[in-house]
């Protein structure tokens, strides 16, 4: 067993040479590579920002723990990123795969630096050839791995068609659009003051608890709002639930006996004419999906869909009898959709812990021919 800080060297990054988020370009000479999910960030034509160092390197998230294989040239995001580099008796793979075990082997942390702890651990090294015996293994089993998880995703991209597809043939033949406050009341909610706001406290609907079809519960905050407000601020069953901001166009239809208040990041939607409530969530979705909802956003950065906006929606419009079949029909096929990505997803779940034991496996001994 060896101290992980024994088996590398910290690559210095001269803070004039760190790039910043904001300052990424989508193409460019140099890539960026930094502690996000992706293997480069973003890009950079300032050559002079290039790092330093002997490739390959590995290149480890101090927050997010992410663990990078670089062998290339590249320049550092500035979002704390440890750049390392493998001494002469470490071969690089070995150290990136070690890496990534090591750091499933304590907690997450959250938003915290991680380093400090991974260094203090120890890695078993064995000879070189050993080292890359063992690199040849896993890499033999991830790719075995690898094909089946590319296969899955293809079953999900398919699965994401399909969805719109059936939208599509749901709403296309429809030739009559009218306004979408023509035959609704909308509402924000109610604006979070906590200086100002009195009243009792109750529970409500953030941006965050409306979710495409349904609500996320689980996180809920409260707001002190007075009984006089109440009738103004609170969601009923069958009312849709519309995100103002966020994802604009979000929805959900409250199904729930029992009233909740909601935020003013939110509008709700109550039908004058008594239409199906799920028919326009659905055609939302569409709308969301095709791009038809961004012209009605407003804000350059952060994108809204306000109250003035929504209502000037243009929604197709039929009797609620169509809009009842139309939705059981979207609903019986989504609804096969639903069943099989669930299928997928524990399948992948099921790869990425595989993934976590092979690694185990490699590093303490266990792995077998």
Not at 70 to 79: L, N, R, S
Not at 271 to 299: C, H, I, V
Request: one cysteine or more; aromatic letters at 12%; glycine letters at 6%.
């Amino acid at each position: 067993m060896a101290l992980y800080k024994s088996l590398v060297k910290k690559v210095p990054i001269p803070a004039e040479q760190k790039t910043k988020q904001k300052e990424y370009e989508e193409v460019g000479e140099l890539a960026i590579v930094d502690q996000g999910k992706k293997l480069i960030g973003g890009y950079t034509n300032n050559l002079d920002m290039q790092l330093n160092c002997t490739l390959p390197v590995i290149v480890f998230g101090d927050h997010t723990c992410t663990v990078k294989y670089v062998d290339f040239p590249f320049g550092a995001g500035a979002d704390g990123i440890k750049v390392l580099s493998p001494r002469d008796n470490v071969f690089p793979k070995y150290l990136f795969y070690g890496t990534q075990y090591l750091t499933l082997r304590f907690p997450d942390k959250g938003y915290a630096r991680h380093y400090q702890h991974i260094e203090k651990m120890d890695l078993r090294l064995p000879d070189f050839e050993e080292q890359l015996h063992i690199v040849t293994r896993i890499e033999e089993l991830f790719s075995e791995l690898d094909k089946g998880v590319e296969t899955l995703q293809t079953i999900k991209n398919q699965l994401a068609v399909y969805r719109q597809t059936v939208l599509k043939e749901a709403f296309e033949e429809i030739t009559h659009y009218v306004h979408f406050g023509s035959f609704t009341d909308s509402r924000l909610g109610k604006m979070l003051d906590k200086e100002k706001n009195t009243g009792s406290l109750h529970k409500y609907l953030r941006n965050i608890n409306v979710r495409w079809f349904l609500f996320d519960l689980s996180d809920l905050f409260e707001m002190k709002i007075e009984d006089s407000e109440m009738d103004k601020y609170t969601i009923s069953k069958g009312d849709l639930v519309i995100c103002e901001g966020g994802e604009p166009g979000r929805c959900a239809v409250w199904t729930k006996d029992e009233i909740i208040c909601y935020q003013k990041a939110l509008h709700r939607v109550r039908f004058r004419d008594g239409s199906n409530p799920y028919f326009y969530m659905y055609y939302l979705w569409f709308a969301a999906q095709t791009g038809k909802l961004k012209e009605y956003y407003t804000g350059t950065g952060i994108k809204h869909l306000t109250g003035q906006s929504l209502v000037k929606i243009f929604v197709p419009t039929i009797e609620r009898k169509q809009q009842d079949q139309i939705v059981r029909m979207i609903e019986a096929r989504l609804s096969v959709c639903d069943s099989i990505e669930q299928t997928v997803d524990t399948a992948l779940s099921q790869a990425e812990a595989m993934r976590q034991s092979i690694l185990k496996k490699a590093f303490e001994g266990g792995l077998s021919e």
